[in-house]
């Protein structure tokens, strides 16, 4: 998971605010919520890529009991692009397994995991097509059921598009190519560079099929960019996320019941 960002673009200097994967929502930091979810889909280990003010993300990990769960990697390079973490967490995309890697800075519901670990696909992106297509979103291009372009700025013919929300499932084979290509953009001095540059990479050049998508167009999330991402995380996503939640709960007590009945029949 990627966290070591500043979050310039939050419109405040940097000492005001904390990293945003411990911005608060529903009284919890994004990291307490990334935790609550990946615990209950099967992910062994939460590893940060950290850096902007590190020593807080660690005291919140103490705070909340799970340094058996989450460990951090310090880029100290921090100030520079993204990319530059994500070649910080190369051992842990390399260690031989399959892997989620997500950037740190989204409130989300649920069921956007469920759906990526569940996904048939070994490589798999999240699409959502109700976004604003303008020049922030990172969009997903596909023509054919395939995927042909994965960037913020449009370059190939397509038959639709959607907003990438930053979530991926990768093959062991796949993560070692992108960290491949990952170190190939270091030694050329492209340390600013977005990472999805190096997915769109390995995505573009592997043999059909190997990439795919899963469509959560109707699932609440919101990535926090902008002072402006927080207060519609709060009022519009949180709000649709708890009743995503509640909706969850009531229907698995349903499930229960029925299973229940059918067993006191039987």
């Known amino acids: 998971m990627l966290a070591a960002g500043i979050g310039a673009r939050l419109g405040i200097t940097a000492t005001e605010h904390p990293p945003k994967v411990l911005l608060r929502f529903g009284g919890k930091s994004l990291l307490q919520l990334h935790i609550e979810i990946l615990k209950r889909h099967g992910v062994d280990e939460l590893v940060l890529g950290v850096g902007y003010h590190h020593q807080e993300i660690e005291q919140e990990i103490a705070d909340l009991g799970a340094q058996d769960f989450v460990r951090t990697v310090f880029n100290k ?3 520079e692009g993204n990319i530059v973490t994500l070649w910080t967490l190369r051992d842990e995309l390399c260690h031989g397994g399959p892997a989620l890697l997500m950037d740190a800075d989204v409130l989300y519901s649920e069921d956007l995991i469920e759906r990526l670990v569940s996904s048939r696909h070994q490589n798999c992106l999240l699409l959502d097509r109700a976004f604003d297509p303008g020049d922030e979103p990172v969009k997903i291009c596909v023509r054919d059921g395939e995927i042909v372009e994965f960037r913020k700025w ?6 639709f598009c ?8 990768l093959s062991a084979e796949e993560a070692r ?7 190939l953009y ?4 492209r340390r600013h560079e977005p990472y999805e540059e190096t997915i769109r990479d390995v995505m573009l050049t592997s043999r059909s099929g ?3 998508f899963e469509d959560i167009t109707g699932m609440p999330w919101i990535e926090i960019d902008f002072a402006a991402d927080i207060k519609r995380a709060k009022t519009e996503i949180l709000p649709r996320i708890l009743t995503a939640e509640h909706n969850r709960r009531a229907a698995t007590m349903i499930q229960r019941n029925m299973e229940q009945g059918e067993t006191q029949r039987i």
């Open 162 to 169: 959607g907003e990438s929300v930053g979530f991926f499932k």
């Open 210 to 212: 190997t990439f795919a």
């Open 154 to 159: 449009l370059s190939a013919e397509f038959d």
């Open 77 to 79: 390079d921090f100030e």
């Open 177 to 183: 190519k992108i960290i491949v290509q990952t170190e």
């Open 186 to 189: 270091l030694d050329q001095g």
